[in-house]
C-alpha cells in the first residue's frame, strides 16, 4: 500500500511572530513523535489576518521566520508546509506567500496566492486583500517521494480551474492552508473541499486557523480532508488543536480506474464556437 501520514495544525494566531513559531515547533514536535510525513500549517500562521498587518508582518524570503521554519522540518526530518506569510519581494510588493521545505530543510515549493480575496457580504464579512496584496501569477505543484502534490491558498479553492492545472499536472493531494470566516465558512468550506476532490478525484485537505472571537477576523476552522470519493475523512472543531491521517494513494488510482472522470473528458469540444 502505498500511503502518507499528514497533520494538520489548527493553531491560535497570536500578535507575536515569535509566539507563533514556538506554538508552531511545539505541535511540529508532536506530530513528529507520530511518524507524520507532512505537516500542514494555516493561512497567515505568524500574522493574525488583518490587511493592515500585512505590510507591517512582511518578510523577505529567508527572514527569521521563514529560517525556523525551514530548520524544524530539518530537525523533525518532517515535510512542512508553512500555512502562508506576508512576503516581501526586492521591489516592495506583498504576497500572500506558502513556502514548502522538505526534510531536509530545503525549500521545495512556494506559492503565491493567485486569487486576492476581496468580498462585501452585506451585514456579514468585509474584506480587501488587494488594498495591501499583490497576486502571483502561478500554479503550483510540488514532487514527493510519494506522490506529487498541489499546493494553493484558501479563496483559490474557489476556482475549480486552478485545480485541474494542479491535477493536469499531476497531482493527487491538493493542500490548501486556509482561513475562511464565520460568513462564509458555515455555507460554502465543506461543499468546496468535497467539490473539488469529486471533479478531480484527489484529496483536498484545507487547514484553517483556529477560532478566536476576539480576533478582528474571525476564522471558521473546521480543518477538513476530503477523500477522492468526495468522503470527509477528517474534520476538526474550531479549537486549537491537531489532526493526524493516513492517506492512502492507490485509493486514488481505484477511484479513477473505477470512475475515469478525467480520462472521459471531452477537450475536444470544450471550446465556445
Ligand atoms: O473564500 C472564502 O470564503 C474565504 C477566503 C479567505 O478567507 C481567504 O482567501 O483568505
Not at 500562521?45 to 507591517?56: H, I, Q, R
Not at 516592495?92 to 522538505?102: A, C, L, M
Not at 480543518?223 to 468522503?231: A, F, M
Request: glycine letters at 4%; proline letters at 4%.
Amino acid at each position: 500500500m502505498n500511503t502518507l501520514k499528514v497533520a494538520m495544525i489548527q493553531m491560535n494566531i497570536d500578535k507575536y511572530i515569535s509566539k507563533n513559531i514556538d506554538t508552531t515547533n511545539n505541535f511540529i514536535k508532536k506530530v513528529a513523535k507520530e511518524n507524520v510525513d507532512i505537516a500542514i500549517l494555516p493561512e497567515m500562521f505568524c500574522c493574525p489576518y488583518e490587511t493592515s498587518n500585512f505590510p507591517l508582518y512582511s518578510q523577505q524570503e529567508n527572514s527569521p521566520c521563514y529560517l525556523s521554519i525551514s530548520n524544524m522540518a530539518k530537525k523533525n526530518k518532517i515535510y512542512i508546509v508553512a500555512g502562508s506569510m506576508p512576503e516581501r519581494d526586492e521591489n516592495g510588493n506583498i504576497f500572500n506567500t506558502s513556502y514548502v521545505f522538505d526534510r531536509n530543510g530545503n525549500q521545495i515549493a512556494k506559492h503565491r496566492k493567485m486569487h486576492l480575496f476581496d468580498i462585501q457580504i452585506e451585514g456579514g464579512q468585509h474584506f480587501k486583500e488587494s488594498d495591501k496584496l499583490s497576486a502571483g501569477n502561478n500554479v503550483t505543484v510540488f514532487n514527493t517521494e510519494f506522490c506529487k502534490i498541489g499546493l494553493a491558498i484558501c479563496y483559490d479553492i474557489r476556482f475549480p480551474e486552478l485545480s485541474r492545472l494542479m491535477v493536469d499536472n499531476g497531482a493527487k493531494i491538493i493542500i490548501i492552508p486556509a482561513a475562511f470566516n464565520m460568513s462564509t465558512g458555515p455555507s460554502h468550506w465543506e461543499i468546496l473541499f468535497k467539490s473539488r476532490a469529486l471533479d478531480n478525484q484527489v484529496y483536498t485537505i484545507g487547514v484553517s486557523s483556529a477560532r478566536n472571537y476576539d480576533a478582528p477576523y474571525i476564522s471558521y476552522g473546521n480543518s477538513i480532508i476530503v477523500s477522492p470519493w468526495g468522503e470527509i475523512i477528517e474534520r476538526m472543531d474550531e479549537n486549537e488543536g491537531y489532526r493526524v491521517c493516513t492517506l492512502d494513494l492507490d485509493y486514488v488510482d481505484k477511484i479513477r480506474k473505477e470512475l475515469p472522470l478525467l480520462k472521459h473528458r471531452r477537450k475536444d469540444i470544450y471550446k465556445l464556437t
